[in-house]
Nanobody, 124 residues
Framework: QVQLVESGGGLVQPGESLRLSCAAAGSIFSINDMGWYRQYPGKQRELVASITSGGGTSHYADSVKGRFTISRDNAKNTVYLQMNSLKPEDTAVYYC?????????????????WGQGIQVTVSS
């Protein structure tokens, strides 16, 4: 069983920074794309940023380009989201997402996993 565990959220003032972390734990064979999504109350989850397995290609939502940076450490099975120049409209629950191949008794199984969600609040 593989789980994603997020950390790093909290309350900050506009213009400040936060770094979110998401570590995959369990019997992992490999991890393909990883990403961060966010969800506003009553709205669908939306993609914030994603990164390929080797870290060579990343994609960002227009609303965060130039302010957020996604990165990953494959040795630690961890993805990060550095959020700078935060705005009140960045306030949301942030979810980590990963395309994981896990080792199981009979071989390997691929699945898309989600973290539990972490609150980010930007307010003065």
């Amino acid at each position: 069983q593989v789980q994603l565990v997020e950390s790093g959220g909290g309350l900050v003032q506009p213009g400040e920074s936060l770094r979110l972390s998401c570590a995959a734990a369990g019997s992992i064979f490999s991890i393909n794309d990883m990403g961060w999504y966010r969800q506003y109350p009553g709205k669908q989850r939306e993609l914030v940023a994603s990164i390929t397995s080797g870290g060579g290609t990343s994609h960002y939502a227009d609303s965060v380009k130039g302010r957020f940076t996604i990165s990953r450490d494959n040795a630690k099975n961890t993805v990060y989201l550095q959020m700078n120049s935060l705005k009140p409209e960045d306030t949301a629950v942030y979810y980590c997402n990963a395309d994981v191949v896990a080792r199981v008794t009979f071989g390997r199984i691929r699945s898309v996993l989600w973290g539990q969600g972490i609150q980010v609040t930007v307010s003065s």
